[in-house]
C-alpha cells in the first residue's frame, strides 16, 4: 500500500498491511536541519513563508519512512487573528494581554479566516502538490479549551485554574469566547481540507486539566462544534488529548474518526472500551525512543496486538521534544515496518 | 464524633456522621500569617525548627473547622539526607546534582533515619500532644517514583522523560536507587507514626507520567515495599496519585487503605471499579473555591454519594496553592459540614 493509502484506510477502520505511522512534532528541534532552518529565521517567519512551511514539513519525510507528513505550524496562529500577541520564550509560549472579562472578549479582533490564513492555504498546497498522491497530508488546529487556557492563563499553567475560574464565574464571557475560538478553528481547518489535506487533527493539550464532568461541559461542546462544520467536508478529523484516561468515552463522542490517544490508557483498554467504528491512535511512551532495540520492537508489537479490531496509527503520546534521539525514531519506523513483513 | 475518630473511621469504611475533610497543603502561603512567619524563617528553617512546624501545622486549624492536621515538612527531606542539594526556586525545588549513573547512586549517602529525622520525630510529638485526641495527625513522605523523579531531572518536569530512561538503559542503577529511597521513606513513615501520627500519607505526584505497564513495573513495586513495612503499625496509609485515572486498579492493589485521587477520574467511578475495602479520599476540584457557593456546595453533595458504599474523605485532587482563595475554603468547610446536619 502507499503511505496515503494506508492513512486514509486506518482512519477509516480498513484494511491495511501495517499500522501507518507518523509522530507529533516530526519536523522540529530534535533535527539538526531544522535548527539550522531556524539560525536564519525566527518561529513566525518559519510559519508564515509557505517555502520554508514547505521545507522543515519535508525535513523528517527525507530520513525516516513516515506514512503522513503534518504542517509545520502552531496552534497559537489562532490566538494571533484574533489580537493577542503571542511571543515564544524558553518556559513556552506567552500570549498577551490574558483575557479575563467581557473586556478581554469584546477586544478580540473580527476574523476574517481565508485573508489572515493565506498562507496557511498556500503552504498546504505546496505540500500537496510535493507528497500526494503517495504521502498522506495533514493538517492541524488547536481545540478551543486548550487555545483558551493559552488565552486565558497568558501561557501554559499546571492546572488551568484561571480558565476554569472563568468558566465558573463569568460562563457567558467563557461561552462566548469558546464559539469565537470554535469558529475560527473551524474556519482555519476547513482552509486546509480545501487546499488539499487528506485529513486534519484537533490538539486538546490541556483537557486532561479538566475532571470528566468538566471536560464533557466545558470543552466537549466546543470541540463537537468543530468537528460537525469540518465533516461536511469528508475527511477524516483525529482528535488528540493528552491525559486521556479519564475523558475517553466522552471524547470519542465528538464525533471524531480517530481518537489520538498518550500513555496515560493501556491501549487494550481503549480499544475494548471504544465502538469500533473508531480508530485509535498514539499511545506510545516517548522516552521508549531511549530504550534498547529490542524493547522499543516489542512494545510496538504489542501495541498493534492492543489495537486489533478497529482502525490504529502508530504515533506518539506525546510529541517528540528537543532532545528526542533521531536513532530513537529510525528504531521506531523500523520496528512499525517490521510489522508489515511479519504478516 | 470527634475528628480524629471521624477520619480514622472513614479511613476503615466504618460508619460516620458526616465524610471527614483535610485539604493537601492547608498550612501554605495562601494564608497571611503562613507568610508572616516565612518573612522571618527560610523554608528550611521552618522544616527543621519543631516549635515552627507546629506553629504553621496549625495555623489552618485555627481558621478552619478540619479534621486533621498534616505535618508541615517537604517530600524532598528524603532526598536531602540521601545527600542531594536541595533549593526551592521560583519554578519549583531543584535538586543536584541530577543523578544518572552508578556513580550518582555510588555518591549517596548512608542514612541514620533516627538521626536524620529527630526534628520530624519532635515536630509530630509537639503535634499530638497539642492535638490529639480530638484532632487526628497525619505524616506524610512522597513516593519513590516522585522522588526519584525530582532527583534524576534534578526538578519539575512535564514527563519525567530522563527517570524513565535510566530506568530502560540502565535498570540495575534504577531498581537500586528505587531500593534506596523507598527504605529511607518506609523508616521516615515509621519515625512519624512511632511519634504518635494517626496515619500517613504518601504522595506520588508524578505517578501520572507513566503509562499503566510502567506504573505497575517502575513505580508500584517500590510503593508496595513500603506499604508493607509501615503496616507493621496498624495506621492507615493514604497513597496519593496525581492523574490518577490509568492507575486506579494497580494503585489499589498498593495495600493501601487510602486511595486519594485528583480529578483525573469520575469518583462515582473509582467507587465502582474498586474493591469496598479500600476507602476514597480527594477527587474536588481546586478551581471550584473559586465558584460560586452553591456550585461548590451541589459538587460536595454529590461528591459524597458518589463514595456512597466505602470510606470517604473529603479533599481536593490537588493541593492548595498561593492563589487559593480563602473565603473559597471557608465556604467548602461550610458545605462538608452541612452533609452532617442533613441526615
Known amino acids: 500500500m502507499r503511505s496515503r493509502e494506508r492513512m486514509l484506510a ?27 532552518v531556524r539560525a536564519d529565521h525566527s ?10 512551511v514547505e521545507k522543515v514539513t519535508l525535513q523528517p519525510l527525507a530520513r525516516f519512512e513516515l506514512d503522513a507528513a503534518i504542517l509545520f505550524c502552531d496552534i497559537l496562529v489562532v490566538l494571533d487573528v484574533l489580537g493577542a500577541e503571542v511571543t515564544y ?18 477586544a478580540l479582533l473580527p476574523v476574517d479566516a481565508e485573508a489572515a490564513f ?5 503552504a498546504i ?31 501554559p499553567s499546571r492546572d488551568s485554574a484561571q480558565l476554569k475560574a472563568l468558566a465558573y464565574q463569568q460562563p457567558r464571557v467563557f461561552e462566548s469566547m469558546m464559539e469565537r475560538i470554535a469558529d475560527v478553528v ?55 488529548l493528552r491525559n486521556a484516561a479519564g475523558h475517553l468515552d466522552a471524547a470519542a463522542s465528538s464525533g471524531c474518526d480517530v ?16 465502538d469500533q467504528s473508531i480508530a485509535l491512535q498514539g499511545n506510545l511512551e516517548p ?31 506525546q510529541g517528540l521534544v528537543p532532545s528526542s534521539p533521531i536513532d530513537g525514531v529510525a528504531r521506531l519506523v523500523d520496528a512499525v515496518r517490521a510489522l508489515g513483513s511479519e504478516s
Chains 1, 2 share one sequence.
Open 186 to 240: 473551524a474556519e482555519l481547518l476547513l482552509i486546509q481540507l480545501r487546499a488539499g489535506a487528506d485529513l486534519v487533527q484537533i490538539f486538546d493539550t490541556w483537557a486532561g486539566h479538566l475532571s470528566p464532568g468538566d471536560y464533557t461541559s466545558l470543552a466537549l461542546p466546543y470541540t463537537r462544534r468543530i468537528i460537525e462544520r469540518v465533516k461536511s467536508h469528508g475527511a477524516p478529523v483525529i482528535l488528540y
Open 287 to 317: 522516552a521508549l525512543l531511549h530504550a534498547p532495540e529490542a524493547r522499543l520492537r516489542a512494545e510496538v508489537e504489542r501495541m498493534a496486538r492492543a489495537a486489533e479490531g478497529g482502525g490504529y496509527i502508530v504515533n506518539l503520546g
Open 118 to 122: 493565506g498562507y496557511v492555504d498556500q
Open 125 to 155: 498546497r505546496r505540500l500537496c502538490a510535493r507528497l500526494q498522491p503517495e504521502t498522506a497530508v495533514i493538517g492541524f488546529a488547536g481545540a478551543p479549551w486548550t487555545l483558551a487556557a493559552y488565552l486565558v492563563e497568558g501561557g
Open 89 to 106: 520564550a524558553p518556559g513556552g509560549p506567552r500570549v498577551s494581554p490574558a483575557l479575563r472579562d467581557q473586556a478581554g472578549l469584546d
Open 10 to 36: 486506518a482512519c477509516r477502520g480498513q484494511a491495511v498491511d501495517r499500522p501507518p505511522l507518523w509522530l507529533m512534532r516530526q519536523a522540529g528541534r530534535y533535527l539538526p536541519e531544522y535548527r539550522a
Open 43 to 52: 518561529f513566525w517567519e518559519v510559519v508564515r513563508t509557505p517555502e520554508l
Open 259 to 274: 481518537l489520538s490517544v498518550d500513555t496515560s490508557i493501556d491501549l487494550a483498554e481503549a480499544r475494548q472500551r471504544l
